[in-house]
């Protein structure tokens, strides 16, 4: 039971966070309590929208980061294209051990405590939405199925908080367009064409359509070249 009172006592904590520097701290605080040392929490929205600045919280060696904004395209990383494509949380270890894996540059890129003990990835979604994900290490963490679900759980609260505190300090309208809309609309400025899409997203032509009209709604436009300008020039996507 004390494990459950401690998921409310976190849930309530995150609610009633001021700030964002407050809210990760109590996230880092229930993760520590399972053996998670460091902790990375990335958009999603961002990373398929081609910009660096994807991360929303890092206790990770800057070097480090540096390394793999350097030498890794962030939308193409094996973790991220897994947590981009199901909900179930996953160990690092279940990639890294594959043979398809085995020996690739971004193994080596991984921190030293992953290295040397266990990584867990936790996607955040929204219906059938990525928002974000959630990277937590430790040398000799626990990573049942029960703390999954407790750290899936506590995840999703986070990320909705954010969300809220970045909304009330007036975040730009990249926070509102979903990772659809925001692919959409980054593989129409690339040129691609709406069936290329839906082929690339595995959704259909008119869903594309659908995506991009709803894009272009909340930027407050009326054609895909206003669309696309603005959402360049607010940096919303990257080409």
């Known amino acids: 039971m004390e494990k459950y009172a401690q998921l409310g006592e976190t849930l309530a904590r995150i609610t009633a966070a001021w700030s964002l520097p407050s809210l990760w701290s109590t996230v880092k605080d229930y993760t520590g309590r399972f053996g998670f040392t460091h902790m990375v929490v990335v958009d999603a929205a961002r ?10 919280y890092s206790d990770a060696p800057l070097d480090l980061l540096k390394a793999i904004d350097r030498e890794l395209v ?46 867990l990835v936790i996607p955040v979604w929204r219906g059938d939405e990525p ?12 990573t049942s199925g029960l703390t999954r679900a407790f750290l899936q759980v506590v995840g999703h609260a986070a990320i ?29 400025a690339i040129g691609h064409s709406d069936i290329e899409i839906g082929k690339m997203l595995g959704i259909s032509p008119r869903t594309v359509r659908f995506h991009v009209d709803s894009a272009k709604s909340k930027l407050g436009v009326s054609t895909r070249v206003q669309a696309i300008a603005k959402a360049l020039r607010e940096r919303i996507i990257a080409v």
């Open 47 to 56: 990373i398929v929208a081609g910009i660096r600045d994807a991360v929303l």
């Open 74 to 119: 962030y939308e193409d990383h094996p973790l991220v294209r897994h947590a981009l494509q199901s909900q179930i949380p996953f160990l690092i270890s279940d990639l890294t051990k594959t043979a398809t894996h085995q020996g690739e540059r971004w193994t080596e890129l991984l921190a030293d405590v992953v290295k040397r003990g266990e990584g």
């Open 131 to 142: 928002l974000a994900g959630f990277n937590l290490a430790g040398e000799a963490p626990d």
């Open 160 to 188: 909705e908080r954010a969300l809220e505190l970045r909304q009330g300090k007036g975040a730009s309208a990249g926070m509102t367009l979903t990772v659809r809309e925001t692919q959409c609309l980054r593989y129409v």
